[in-house]
């Protein structure tokens, strides 16, 4: 039986089609992702990094002679949420979609894209299931958890000397993902996980997790998860008198975070792409982020802004906004970006990620 969002998504899939086949004074992009709520501000960074490039885009001209029109929704990182969004967008006619933000959401709002014929590319979305699929239309800008997690056990075992583990997460499609990635890579290097545990996602009280993984010898703990807790489980370790290392992926690379541990937090090793903050590249777009926004862009934010122009370059190359073309145009060659040029597998993945290990230093997220 197709599941209930399927069914819905039949009655917009021929308007959708018909949309993005006939002529239209503006080319629209849906721009989708949490925006509110505990995950708000990381959510947020990379669709403000989108629209900061679709407004260069427009004050050019647009592509193909037409301004760009987004159309942004919230999906509150819930999945029904993002269920109703992605209806919401193919009912508006969109061309193509960029995000959503957590894979949870990205899952089943990619179901509907695929049906309606509408091309997704997300920026953050990195549970290794989006893209095994063999949904055609359906792209990331980012690596993928059984890439991260391969990055991140091999620093504890080789770098750390870690060789028990203890394993939480969030029980959601990201962050337990994750962790079975990292546990996998890191028994596969002889490591062993002596706790694996999954907390509810709204959890803030670890102290029973950390006695437990105490007691049964671990020697730092691996978060799966975001940062909104990521922060409470480092205090916590740190006042049980635990003092071994945090690490986690990049879902607790958000300032946030470093308001949560404090500027002097030792050992926490988190992955993420490269930084890009000194790259003369990035200048200019960091500059239009702070004057458009008020504030420093998120670590997602560049994500976002070379996702969007990766997929606009491509439907000025095509010549069209059909899913097919452009999907194909995706795949057939490099794109630039600001941290430099990516380029796309069958599944839709980038042909290499490029996760490092990051810390925090004076205040401030640095590459270790």
């Given at each position: 039986?197709?599941?209930f969002?399927?069914k819905?998504?039949a009655a917009?899939a021929?308007l959708?089609?018909?949309?993005?086949?006939?002529k239209a004074d503006?080319?629209?992009?849906?721009?989708?992702?949490v925006?509110?709520?505990s995950d708000?501000?990381i959510?947020?960074?990379?669709?403000?990094?989108?629209q900061?490039?679709?407004?260069?885009w427009?004050?050019?001209g647009?592509?193909?002679?037409?301004p760009?029109?987004?159309v942004?929704r919230?999906d509150?990182g819930?999945?029904?949420?993002?269920?109703a969004?992605?209806?919401e967008?193919?009912?508006?006619?969109?061309?193509?979609?960029l995000?959503h933000f957590n894979s949870?959401c990205?899952l089943?709002a990619s179901?509907?894209?695929n049906?309606a014929?509408i091309l997704?590319?997300?920026?953050?979305?990195t549970?290794?299931t989006?893209?095994?699929?063999g949904?055609?239309h359906?792209f990331r800008?980012?690596?993928?958890?059984?890439?991260?997690?391969?990055?991140?056990?091999?620093?504890?075992f080789?770098?750390?000397?870690?060789?028990q583990?203890?394993?939480?997460?969030?029980?959601?499609?990201y962050g337990?993902?994750?962790a079975?990635?990292?546990?996998k890579?890191?028994?596969?290097k002889?490591?062993?996980?002596?706790?694996?545990?999954?907390?509810?996602?709204?959890?803030?009280?670890?102290?029973?997790?950390?006695?437990?993984?105490?007691?049964?010898g671990?020697?730092?703990?691996?978060?799966?998860g975001?940062y909104?807790q990521?922060?409470?489980?480092?205090?916590q370790?740190r006042?049980?008198?635990?003092k071994g290392a945090?690490?986690?992926?990049d879902g607790?690379?958000?300032t946030?975070l470093?308001?949560?541990?404090g500027?002097?937090?030792?050992?926490v090793?988190?992955?993420?792409?490269?930084?890009?903050?000194g790259?003369?590249?990035?200048?200019p777009?960091?500059?239009a982020?702070?004057?458009?926004?008020g504030?420093?862009?998120?670590?997602?934010a560049?994500y976002?802004?070379?996702a969007a122009?990766?997929?606009?370059?491509?439907?000025k190359?095509a010549?069209t906004?059909?899913a097919?073309?452009?999907?194909?145009?995706l795949?057939s060659q490099?794109?630039?970006?600001l941290a430099?040029?990516?380029?796309f597998?069958e599944?839709?993945?980038?042909?290499?990620a490029n996760?490092v290990?990051?810390?925090i230093r004076?205040g401030k997220f640095?590459v270790r």
């Amino acid at each position: 039986m197709k599941p209930f969002h399927s069914k819905l998504t039949a009655a917009f899939a021929v308007l959708a089609l018909a949309g993005c086949q006939k002529k239209a004074d503006t080319i629209k992009i849906g721009l989708a992702g949490v925006q509110t709520g505990s995950d708000g501000e990381i959510g947020a960074a990379p669709i403000r990094g989108s629209q900061i490039a679709i407004d260069e885009w427009n004050a050019k001209g647009g592509v193909l002679g037409k301004p760009i029109e987004t159309v942004n929704r919230d999906d509150e990182g819930k999945p029904d949420q993002a269920v109703a969004v992605a209806n919401e967008l193919v009912s508006a006619q969109v061309c193509a979609v960029l995000g959503h933000f957590n894979s949870g959401c990205s899952l089943p709002a990619s179901d509907i894209y695929n049906q309606a014929g509408i091309l997704q590319l997300t920026p953050a979305s990195t549970n290794p299931t989006i893209t095994e699929r063999g949904l055609p239309h359906l792209f990331r800008a980012c690596g993928r958890d059984d890439q991260q997690g391969v990055v991140s056990a091999a620093f504890a075992f080789d770098s750390l000397k870690v060789t028990q583990v203890a394993i939480l997460h969030d029980k959601t499609a990201y962050g337990q993902g994750l962790a079975e990635a990292f546990k996998k890579s890191f028994e596969a290097k002889g490591g062993k996980a002596v706790v694996f545990e999954g907390v509810g996602s709204d959890e803030l009280d670890f102290r029973a997790s950390i006695a437990a993984l105490k007691a049964a010898g671990g020697q730092a703990v691996f978060w799966g998860g975001m940062y909104k807790q990521g922060g409470p489980l480092y205090k916590q370790m740190r006042q049980g008198d635990f003092k071994g290392a945090l690490l986690g992926g990049d879902g607790i690379y958000e300032t946030e975070l470093i308001k949560t541990v404090g500027p002097k937090a030792d050992s926490v090793f988190i992955t993420f792409g490269p930084d890009f903050n000194g790259l003369p590249v990035a200048k200019p777009f960091l500059a239009a982020y702070k004057a458009k926004y008020g504030q420093e862009a998120g670590g997602y934010a560049i994500y976002g802004y070379d996702a969007a122009n990766v997929l606009l370059l491509a439907i000025k190359k095509a010549g069209t906004t059909n899913a097919d073309t452009v999907s194909k145009m995706l795949r057939s060659q490099e794109w630039p970006t600001l941290a430099g040029s990516i380029s796309f597998d069958e599944k839709g993945d980038l042909k290499k990620a490029n996760y490092v290990i990051w810390t925090i230093r004076e205040g401030k997220f640095a590459v270790r």
